[in-house]
């Protein structure tokens, strides 16, 4: 599944731009531009799935370094600063990744 059949190439451009600067990554933000906050929990679960690269059923934290690829093929690295802080947002549980419903909760937050 390809990210450009859940979200508009569009939203993805502008929220890729809006974090280009290394270290200036605020998820809030970036799911809010990207669409995704406004998406069914379907379609958040494929987004999911896109992000999980290696189909384990977590986001690990090697996996969020490059979320942004899993967005665009363009898209920057996170910064290991970025990656931590991320991870911390979502990881409730304190695994130290993300499972489904980490991310859904962390996207309608
Ligand atoms: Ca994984
Ligand atoms: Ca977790």
Redesign the pocket.
Known sequence: MAMSSILSADDIKKALDAFAVADSFNHRKFFEIVGLRAKSSDEVKKVFLVL?????????EE?LKFVLKGFASNGRDLTDKETKEFLRAADKDGDG?IGIDEFAALVKE
Do not use: C, Q, T, V
Not at 52 to 60: T, V
């Open positions: 999980d690269a290696d189909n384990s059923g977590y986001i690990e996996e990744k």
